[in-house]
């Protein structure tokens, strides 16, 4: 069995260093670890080599885009082909809709939302020389996030006896809308996730008709 190559983001710890190790386990016997804690990592990277792995290191700060793609696409240069990415770097900063900043927003979406996408940008030539990623993911991912918004606020203003909906637009039978449109909906009286087909829509108990939109009411209300 040829041995396989791996590449680690947030290595230094956590998550991705035990990712890495249960790699090591399975015959990924060469490692490129990426963290911005290179004391920590050095000392990952320590217990690895002395589990039989073949491993690299780069010190790098993630949410700094231009050194991302000139440090990591160079070091895969080394490598004849990637198996495996562990794309798991990430903040855990919070905020809700009182209390985040600008800044704060920006830095939760530079580093858990950018990042992972440059990553697998750079990385996934690598893994399939041919072909490349659907050219609306970007676009795709900004909606999720739209809709994981419509969720949390939902939930933060329900004792407000606030409703807060999300709604797609998409062009009928166009190929990009179809790829990002919902596939479900959920009825506003009830709450009940109700799976649609994009060519049609489906009947709820309590509504005549529930068409291709998601809405988030607070559960909890009854008017």
């Not at 983001?9 to 990426?34: E, F, H, K, P, Y």
């Not at 993630?62 to 070091?75: K, M, V």
């Amino acid at each position: 069995m040829n041995p396989k190559t791996a590449i680690v983001t947030g290595a230094a710890q956590g998550v991705s260093a035990a990712c890495a190790t249960r790699l090591l386990q399975g015959n990924t016997t060469r490692m490129l670890l990426i963290d911005r804690d290179a004391d920590m990592m050095a000392t990952t990277a320590y217990d690895l080599r002395g589990q039989g792995a073949d491993v690299d290191t780069i010190v790098l700060d993630l949410s700094d885009a231009d050194t991302l793609l000139r440090d990591i696409g160079a070091a895969i240069g080394r490598f004849e082909r990637i198996d495996t990415l562990v794309n798991a770097a990430g903040t855990t900063a919070r905020g809700g809709l009182k209390d985040t900043t600008p800044d704060l927003f920006d830095t939760i979406f530079r580093i858990n939302v950018r990042t992972p996408l440059l990553v697998m940008r750079i990385v996934a030539p690598a893994m399939r020389p041919a072909g490349g990623p659907p050219f609306i993911a970007t676009y795709a991912a900004s909606k999720a996030a739209l809709f994981a918004l419509g969720r949390n606020t939902a939930n933060a203003l329900k004792g407000d006896r606030i409703r807060v909906h999300a709604t797609t637009l998409a062009r009928r039978g166009h190929r990009a809308s179809s790829a990002t449109r919902p596939r479900f909906t959920v009825c506003p009286n009830t709450g009940a996730r109700l799976w649609v087909r994009p060519s049609h829509s489906r009947k709820c108990s309590c509504l005549p008709t529930v068409r291709l939109s998601q809405h988030f009411p607070p559960r909890t209300l009854r008017r």
